[in-house]
T-cell receptor, first 111, second 110 residues
Framework: DAKTTQPPSMDCAEGRAANLPCNHS???????VYWYRQIHSQGPQYIIH???NNETNEMASLIITEDRKSSTLILPHATLRDTAVYYC????????????FGTGTRLQVFP | DGGITQSPKYLFRKEGQNVTLSCEQN?????MYWYRQDPGQGLRLIYY???????QKGDIAEGYSVSREKKESFPLTVTSAQKNPTAFYLC?????????FGQGTRLTVV
């Protein structure tokens, strides 16, 4: 079963920050939080991952709470091309892990 | 460039026929996965393989079969026992914290 819970959908105005929450209250100490996104009928695209510190790359920022039970993906200046389904998953990263997806959040960016 | 190749992109088959979807990776990844996606739904795990000559059932394995004879290849057969095979199928591979996905095969059974 998926170890994460996300809202099914969110809207965001173009140019504004999109903040996508994820609950992972049963996360283990050695599990990383990963974010992927899937644009319609394509393979998922990696966005970012983190263990306990906040992370930032050219695509997004990842904020993980101190207790690690939830996280937020931030797209600082959303564009129409960011409209996609965003998946939050947790895994250690060993090859023995199953790569399990939840239902994700459908982000709609509007003009 | 390294990556995952799924073929074909679109596949049409008659009801009752078995069909095999191809997934090839040149990333030297040990683990490979097959997912099914229905319209407006998330990714559901069909089968996964952590090493050559070994594979395990995922959440929805009934009506599907796989093989892993080579590290780079993980074909999925949709059998006639699968009651509703029309869907989008995605293949993935992982190695430690790295995960890559193919571009998918859309299977339509008529």
């Amino acid at each position: 079963d998926a170890k994460t819970t996300q809202p099914p959908s969110m809207d965001c105005a173009e140019g504004r920050a999109a903040n996508l929450p994820c609950n992972h209250s049963t996360i283990s100490g050695n599990e990383y939080v990963y974010w992927y996104r899937q644009i319609h009928s394509q393979g998922p695209q990696y966005i970012i991952h983190g263990l306990k510190n906040n992370e930032t790359n050219e695509m997004a920022s990842l904020i993980i709470t101190e207790d690690r039970k939830s996280s937020t993906l931030i797209l600082p200046h959303a564009t129409l091309r960011d409209t996609a389904v965003y998946y939050c998953i947790v895994r250690v990263g060993y090859n023995t892990d199953k790569l399990i997806f939840g239902t994700g959040t459908r982000l709609q960016v509007f003009p | 460039d390294g990556g995952i190749t799924q073929s074909p992109k679109y596949l049409f088959r008659k009801e009752g026929q078995n069909v095999t979807l191809s997934c090839e990776q040149n990333l030297n990844h040990d683990a490979m996965y097959w997912y099914r996606q229905d319209p407006g739904q998330g990714l559901r795990l069909i089968y996964y393989s952590q090493i050559v000559n070994d594979f395990q059932k995922g959440d929805i394995a009934e009506g599907y079969s796989v093989s892993r004879e080579k590290k780079e290849s993980f074909p999925l057969t949709v059998t006639s026992a699968q009651k509703n095979p029309t869907a989008f199928y995605l293949c993935a591979s992982t190695q430690w914290r790295e995960a890559f996905f193919g571009q998918g095969t859309r299977l339509t059974v008529v």
